[in-house]
Every structure is written in structure tokens, then in C-alpha cells.
């Protein structure tokens, strides 16, 4: 794993293993490619915000962006039956 993204990991400690992971492979699809540049954004709020940018030459450029929202358990206090851990996926 990138520094990079060991240390935003770091920072979620409100999520469980198997939520790590299923992050952690939607941002490995983005760092795959060497000729991606690609930006992590955790917000407290738990939102979790991936951008890459492709290079292919100077006029031609693409980009793909992806947002998780994961929610913490602290939103979750009020009911316990209400699902602790979940994400979803936004593509634009």
C-alpha cells in the first residue's frame, strides 16, 4: 500500500476491517495505472471522495471520479437494529 494511502487509512478509525477493504479496492483500481494521478479525501463526515486524472497526451485528457459515503456509528446510536457499517458508490 502507497504511504499515501496508509496514512489516510489511518485516519478511519470509525470503520471496520471488512469496510477498509472494500475501500481499498475501489482505490487500488484507481492507483493500478502509473500514469494516474489520484486523489484520496477522507472528510470527518465520513465521505470518502477518489479522483484520477489520465494522462494520455496533453490534449487528451480524462478523468473519473468516484465517491464512498460511509457512515460512522456514531449516526446509528439512536436505533441499533439500522445497519452500523455501509457504503455506496457515486460515479460521475
Known sequence: MKPILRSAFASLEFVNDHLKQYILTVVQSHVAAVERNVLLMIRATGVVSISS???TERTDRSTHSQQLVVTSPQQHLANP???VFGAHQKCS
Request: charged content about 15%.
Open 81 to 83: 437494529n439500522e445497519i
Open 53 to 55: 486524472s489520465m494522462n
